[in-house]
């Protein structure tokens, strides 16, 4: 059709405020996150005025300058670690401005330094699969952090999951299998795809990792540091 119905919403319950959808909440395909993650796995992205229509195997904005930038002379680890440089140091300037510490207790060192491995891991992933895969293929995975979230978190203890996560997390794989057959199923790069599924994965770690560290410190400060961290290992 030409609308996209949530049929069933996750949401956590540690945070101190987070974005969801209701159930039922219908939407234009051309206007919003989901509608948008559809029409690329159709092969169409919805136009922008001022803009040509792309196709799926550009990707969407967010991964279609990194995907030009990897076929156009730059090396996957080269461009991640020019580009987490450049932010690192952006960001670590920004925070000692504003706060003038980075101070973090012992106690939580540990959490900084996971965060760190997955930001490392995470980036990783997410340059090569650009490299081995299309851009649409890796924009349609990444749909999927937010179950990762879930299932970290209920595996780890944090949150326990009701059936309704259970079943909204199968609406949704059923959703991606969907798309994907609809396009003609996936890029067919299964090296690449796997690394997209990961890049999904290392981010749902990721952000259940810091989440002690956001009841303590800001999230400049906590940024700032796993940015640093994750760096060095590029």
């Known amino acids: 059709g030409t609308e996209a119905l949530a049929v069933a919403v996750v949401e956590p319950t540690w945070t101190d405020y987070h974005v969801a959808y209701r159930t039922g909440f219908r ?7 989901a509608g948008r993650a559809i029409l690329a796995g159709r092969g169409v992205l919805p136009h922008v005025p001022g803009q040509e229509q792309h196709s799926a195997e550009t990707g969407d904005r967010r991964t279609e300058p990194v995907r030009y930038v990897l076929t156009h002379g730059f090396h996957p680890l080269s461009y991640a670690t020019t580009r987490y440089a450049c932010a690192t140091l952006l960001f670590w300037a920004f925070t000692y401005r504003r706060e003038r510490s980075f101070r973090i207790a012992r106690r939580d060192l540990r ?10 891991a995470n980036q990783l992933c997410f340059v090569y699969s650009i490299d081995k895969t299309s851009a649409a293929t890796v924009t349609l995975f990444l749909g999927t952090t937010p179950i990762f979230i879930g299932v970290v978190a209920s595996v780890i203890g944090l949150e326990r999951m009701g059936r309704g996560f259970w079943l909204a997390t199968t609406v949704s794989l059923a959703g991606v299998a969907f798309v994907a057959s609809g396009s003609g199923g996936f890029s067919g790069h299964v090296f690449g795809d796997a690394l997209a599924v990961t890049t999904a994965l290392t981010w749902g770690m990721y952000s259940v990792t810091i989440t002690p560290l956001m009841r303590r410190y800001s999230p400049f400060r906590i940024s700032a540091l796993v940015l640093a961290l994750g760096w060095f290992p590029i």
């Not at 939407?27 to 996150?33: E, K, N, Q």
């Not at 330094?113 to 490392?120: N, Q």
């Open 27 to 33: 939407h234009p395909l051309d206007r919003g996150a």
């Open 111 to 120: 959490y900084v330094a996971l965060a760190a491995l997955m930001i490392f």
